[in-house]
Structure formats: C-alpha cells, structure tokens
C-alpha cells in the first residue's frame, strides 16, 4: 500500500532554512496534488502549500515569501523550504496527497516531522 | 479564510460511551467538509469527507452530518483505540482551514 515517508532536520536556529523531504512509498505522483501542512504545539493545523508534478504550485499567502516548493518525479519524491525560520515556525509538518473527489480532502499523510526552533 | 470553530476542545468519555463534536464554518462551505484522527507519531487519518461520507476503511460507528455552516462528528460507541484529537477541516476554498481540534480523552 502506498505511504508517505518524510525527513529532514529537527532542531533548527533562527534564520535558518528549514528543508523536508516526502517520498511516495509504493506509489508514484501522478496526478496528484502534493501538500505540506503543518501543527503548532498549541495543536491548530496550517496549511503551507501544495504541488504537483507538472510543476503548478500555490501556496499559503501567509508564507508566500519563505515557501519553496519542489517535485522530482525521477525520485517519486518532493519538498519543501522554509527558510528565515524564527520560533514561530515551531511545528509538527506533515506531507500529504490531495483525494482525487476534492484536492483538499488529504487521503494520505506522512508520519509528521517535529521541527523546533531555538537560539 | 473561512474560520472553522469546534467545540469542545477536549471530551472525556468511556468505552461504549456516545460523544459528539460540532464543527461550524465562518461562512456557507455546502458539505464540503472533513473530519480527521491525529494520534502522535501517527500519519494524520482522514475519516469523513463530503461531511457525511465514510473514508473506507473507517468503522461504521463513526458518522458526520451537517452542511451549510453547522456540521458535527459523532462515535457512536467509543473504542479503545478512538482516543484521539479530531478535527474538522473545510475544502471550500484555495486555503483549507482546520478547526481547533477536539481532544477525546479516557474518562
């Protein structure tokens, strides 16, 4: 069955960039939309930012300006850059597919990345 | 953004008890509306779409109704493994929004 695996850094500076990377584990990216959303420690969820493989992308205008999205579809993977990190950006940040009755029902999501930001 | 609001924020109940969460919308988003399971370390499970229409796989004791702007997530019999937070989330717009999660704790 497909999965989502996830990585990339945990403990971070301010100013630094954040990168985390999702592969599509028995699967590939077709036509999907591919998301990031994220969960502060507070427990509310964000929405980041999404992609597919023809290379479209929208993005949260809240973060429009840090957010950098890619896909490379020779890995099955893709990722996303947040960069000038500051403690806000202190999260849990998940990928996720989009259904295909609705982008924005998430069918499947990764295990989650724990991000923290700290001097 | 549509602003989702759910309460109550955390419910305690025991196995077989019935709960309900409710979930309402900043404005009219028809059913375009889910309901999601997040357990730590866990992927994010989703539960519901379309307001009332069951993931597969997700036990029938688990139901959503609603539309407009009131919606609402019912367990009809609580099992072990439901303790969990859930949350609704709308798909109406280009910017899907979360409420705040409803925690549903062992009583």
């Known amino acids: 069955q497909v999965q989502l695996q996830q990585w990339g850094a945990g403990l971070m500076k301010p100013s630094e960039t954040l990168s985390l990377t999702c592969v599509v584990d028995?699967?590939?990216?077709?036509?999907?939309?591919w998301f990031w959303i994220r969960q502060f420690p507070g427990k509310g969820l964000e929405y980041i930012g999404q992609?597919?493989?023809?290379?479209?992308?929208i993005y949260n205008p809240s973060l429009k300006s840090r957010v950098t999205l890619s896909i490379d579809t020779s890995k099955n993977h893709f990722s996303l850059r947040l960069n000038s990190v500051t403690a806000a950006d202190t999260a849990v940040y998940y990928c996720?597919?989009?259904?295909?009755?609705?982008?924005?029902?998430?069918?499947?999501w990764g295990q989650g990345t724990l991000v923290a930001v700290s001097s | 953004d549509i602003q989702m609001t759910q309460s109550p924020s955390a419910v305690s109940g025991s196995v077989g008890d019935r709960i309900t969460i409710t979930c309402r919308a900043s404005q009219h988003i028809r059913t375009w509306l889910a309901w999601y399971q997040l357990k730590p370390g866990r992927a994010p499970k989703l539960l519901i779409n379309g307001a009332s229409s069951l993931q597969s796989g997700v036990p029938s004791r688990f139901s959503g109704s609603g539309s407009g702007t009131d919606f609402t997530l019912t367990i009809s019999s609580l099992q072990p493994e439901d303790f969990a937070t859930y949350y609704c989330q709308q798909a109406d717009s280009f910017i899907p929004t979360f409420g705040g999660g409803t925690k549903v704790e062992i009583e």
């Open positions: 992609m597919k493989s023809s290379g479209s992308s």
């Open positions: 028995g699967g590939s990216l077709g036509t999907s939309w």
């Open positions: 996720a597919r989009g259904d295909h009755s609705n982008t924005y029902y998430f069918d499947l």
